[in-house]
């Protein structure tokens, strides 16, 4: 059953929308955008795969030596076998002739293993004395021999359309000798926010868009800054439609709570979109709204910044994964456990700011809450390694207890 739904199955807690089911709803109709691109694959970090990557050879593109050491014939693998020394093959060597019984080659680590030899023996357990080399451990046929298209055989699709590439990624694209990859562009994201009051010389300042557009560079985003809308609604419903002619994902926070300064979802309605207003048992992180305009997805999120932060982490970003290209997950969470315990009102999931204090005997990390939390508080936030995720019906939040963390780092 989702947090937060009814035991009748209905997706309503107290009038609030379960968060996994805004996730269905957000992600029914995204499509990946269709542009791409080939790009070389030293540049690909951070880019989505658009095809799938078919190795054009083998890996290891032909048998070699694991270890320094000495290469057997198989007659030779035998107890009180002493082949006599031969060549040395080191590693980029041409591997040379065939090698016959009775004698050993010289072997170094990534050499071409020559025709005839079935085994390398490491240089500690062999032993050389009068030209020949004694084996104080008979090496077993095949050993110490990585052998030709172990680790990729021709022809098999080895990275799938829709993968991130990491520098893990690039290493395998170098070996392969593939220079350049099919990738999917960028997501255009019109990044806004929107509140006269953060303009007004009193000391309010826009935190949320330089929050996302810091959040949006690790991501498979290309941001359009559109800048700080005041609150009037057909100022705010033309930088839309303006946006929406070179967007992917319209992208903004604040004014969407529903009071009488609150013109987000009437302005995207004006500008001729669709939009839909939720109110998630999500804490924070409770009202937003969506839609789409042209052929621009719209996001809404709540204007309190750990508000904005939690919908980005939990909806924006999965969202923005699907049209990327990538699979859609919510956020991977990490088995922590809470070092002190508290009551709560249940009701809500609830994302709280938690610093990692220590390791319990498990090897789990152990938590504590970095400050009352608060959706307009930024200090407890900039403390925390994470958000730890309380269940919706909790109320009483037990000290040990085991949670889901949403760890911080390298994300926001
Ligand atoms: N009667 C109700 N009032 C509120 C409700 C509700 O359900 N009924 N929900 C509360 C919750 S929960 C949240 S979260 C906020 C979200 O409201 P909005 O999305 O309409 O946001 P604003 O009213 O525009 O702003 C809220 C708060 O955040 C500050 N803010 C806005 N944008 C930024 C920004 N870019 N950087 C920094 N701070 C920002 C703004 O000044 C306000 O203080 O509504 C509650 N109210
Ligand atoms: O989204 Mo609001 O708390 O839930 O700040």
């Known amino acids: 059953m989702p947090d937060g739904a009814h035991a009748c199955g209905c997706d309503m807690q107290d009038g609030l929308l379960a968060p996994d089911i805004a996730l269905r709803i957000l992600l029914e109709d995204a499509a990946p955008v269709a542009r791409e691109a080939e790009v070389p694959a030293e540049a690909a970090r951070g880019r989505v795969l658009s095809r799938a990557v078919v190795a054009p ?20 693998c035998a107890q009180a076998a002493a082949p006599r020394l031969g060549r040395r093959i080191a590693a980029g060597d041409a591997p040379g002739a065939e090698v016959p019984a009775g004698q050993a080659v010289r072997l170094l680590t990534g050499a071409a293993i020559p025709d005839g030899i079935a085994a390398v023996l490491m240089e ?13 451990r008979p090496p077993r046929p095949g050993q110490n021999i990585r052998r030709r298209a172990e680790d990729v055989a021709a022809g098999a699709a080895v990275l799938q359309p829709g993968l991130r590439l ?14 350049r990859v099919h990738v999917r562009d960028r997501v255009r994201v019109a990044l806004l926010s929107n509140g006269s009051e ?15 557009a810091a959040l949006l560079a690790g991501q498979p985003a290309e ?10 609604p057909d ?14 994902l319209i992208l903004s926070t604040g004014g969407v709570s529903g009071s009488d300064a609150d013109h987000l979802p009437a302005a995207l309605a004006a500008a001729g979109g669709e939009v839909e207003v939720l109110k998630l048992a999500q804490k924070p992180g409770k009202p937003l709204a969506h839609g789409r305009l042209g052929g621009a997805r719209c996001l809404f999120l709540p204007g309190n910044p750990v508000a904005a932060l939690v919908g980005m982490l939990t909806l924006g970003v999965p969202l923005l994964h699907r049209l990327a290209g990538m699979p859609p997950q919510p956020p991977r969470l990490l088995p922590s456990v809470l070092a002190e315990g508290f009551a709560r009102q249940p009701g809500r999931v609830e994302y709280l700011p938690v610093r990692i204090v220590g390791e319990t005997e498990e090897g789990l990390p152990m938590v504590e809450r970095t400050g009352p939390a608060g959706s307009a508080r930024l200090l407890p936030l900039a403390a925390a390694d994470g958000l730890l995720r309380i269940p919706a019906m909790l109320g009483t939040v037990a000290a040990g207890g085991r949670f889901g963390m949403l760890p911080l780092e390298g994300l926001a």
């Open 223 to 232: 941001v359009e800054d559109v800048g700080l809308l005041p609150d009037d």
């Open 57 to 76: 050879g083998d890996l290891p593109p032909f048998d070699q030596s694991a270890m320094d050491g000495y290469g057997f014939a198989a007659a030779d």
């Open 166 to 179: 990491g520098a893990r990624h690039v290493a395998l694209l170098a070996a392969l000798g593939m220079g």
């Open 198 to 212: 953060l303009d007004a010389g009193r000391g309010l300042r826009d935190s949320n868009r330089p929050m996302l």
């Open 124 to 136: 500690e357990h062999a032993a050389l004395r009068a030209g020949a080399v004694f084996a104080r």
């Open 235 to 248: 100022r705010i419903a033309a930088a839309l439609a303006r946006a929406a002619a070179g967007a992917d």
